[in-house]
Nanobody, 125 residues
Framework: QVQVVESGGGLVQAGGSLRLSCAIS????????MGWFRQAPGKEREFVAV????????DYADSVKGRFTISRDNAKNTVYLQMNSLKPEDTAIYYC??????????????????WGSGTQVTVSS
C-alpha cells in the first residue's frame, strides 16, 4: 500500500521560510517525477513545482519561481519544497504526488497519482 505523507507546514510571517517534506512508502519513486500542488480556500488545486525523476531539473509555476525550490533524495524516497520569501497568497494546503508513468513529467495534476493528504501553510501579513 502506497503512503504519501507531507510535513513541515505551519504558520509563518510574510517574508519567512518553510521547508516541506514528502515521504513516500510502499513504492519506489526513483524513476518517476514528483510534484507539489496547492489548494487555497475556495480555489482549485494548482500546480506549484515538479522535479524530474533524476532530479536534474525542475519546473515551477510563475507565482513561485525564484522563491521556491524543489529537490529530492531518492535514497530516502523523499521530496522537499523549500519555500522562501513567503507571501500571504501562498497560504494553502500543499500536496505532494508521484507521476503515474516513469521517466516523464508534466504540470497536469491528472497525470499524478499517489497523493498525500496535504500540509497546511499559512502566511500572515
Amino acid at each position: 500500500q502506497v503512503q504519501v505523507v507531507e510535513s513541515g507546514g505551519g504558520l509563518v510571517q510574510a517574508g519567512g521560510s518553510l521547508r516541506l517534506s514528502c515521504a513516500i512508502s510502499g513504492r519506489s519513486i526513483s524513476n518517476v517525477a514528483m510534484g507539489w500542488f496547492r489548494q487555497a480556500p475556495g480555489k482549485e488545486r494548482e500546480f506549484v513545482a515538479v522535479i524530474t525523476w533524476s532530479g536534474s531539473s525542475g519546473d515551477y509555476a510563475d507565482s513561485v519561481k525564484g522563491r521556491f525550490t524543489i529537490s529530492r533524495d531518492n535514497a530516502k524516497n523523499t521530496v522537499y519544497l523549500q519555500m522562501n520569501s513567503l507571501k500571504p497568497e501562498d497560504t494553502a494546503i500543499y500536496y505532494c504526488a508521484a507521476y503515474s508513468r516513469p521517466f516523464r513529467h508534466s504540470r497536469d495534476p491528472n497525470s499524478f497519482d499517489s497523493w498525500g493528504s496535504g500540509t497546511q501553510v499559512t502566511v500572515s501579513s
